[in-house]
Nanobody, 117 residues
Framework: QVELVESGGGLVQPGGSLRLSCAAS????????MGWYRQTPDEQRELVAV???????DYADAVKGRFTIVRDNAKNTVYLEMNNLKSEDTAVYYC???????????WGQGTQVTISS
């Protein structure tokens, strides 16, 4: 059974930093696009960052220059380094593993990130 387990969320002040982790099991991690999405109660889930099997990356405009996505295939883990956090970054952050051509997509349970003074 495929499992994605996120960790690293929490409460931080504006301008602070957090690092999210997503550990995957029961998939051939290295061939999946790995992404981070976020969702607030009033909004649809949106893409934050994605990294391909060959380490090409893409970011939402709102986080460019502040967030960095990195994968460690040896540990089956993807990270999201978040710096200069803003109140509008507050959301539940979800990890996703996707193989589009095979129509495979798996989600983690989410981790809450709250930016507040």
């Amino acid at each position: 059974q495929v499992e994605l387990v996120e960790s690293g969320g929490g409460l931080v002040q504006p301008g602070g930093s957090l690092r999210l982790s997503c550990a995957a099991s029961s998939i051939l991690f290295c061939v999946y696009d790995m992404g981070w999405y976020r969702q607030t109660p009033d909004e649809q889930r949106e893409l934050v960052a994605v990294i391909s099997p060959i380490n090409t990356t893409d970011y939402a405009d709102a986080v460019k220059g502040r967030f960095t996505i990195v994968r460690d295939n040896a540990k089956n883990t993807v990270y999201l380094e978040m710096n200069n956090l803003k109140s509008e970054d507050t959301a539940v952050y979800y990890c996703n593993a996707k193989r589009t051509l095979l129509r495979q997509s798996y989600w983690g349970q989410g981790t809450q990130v709250t930016i507040s003074s």
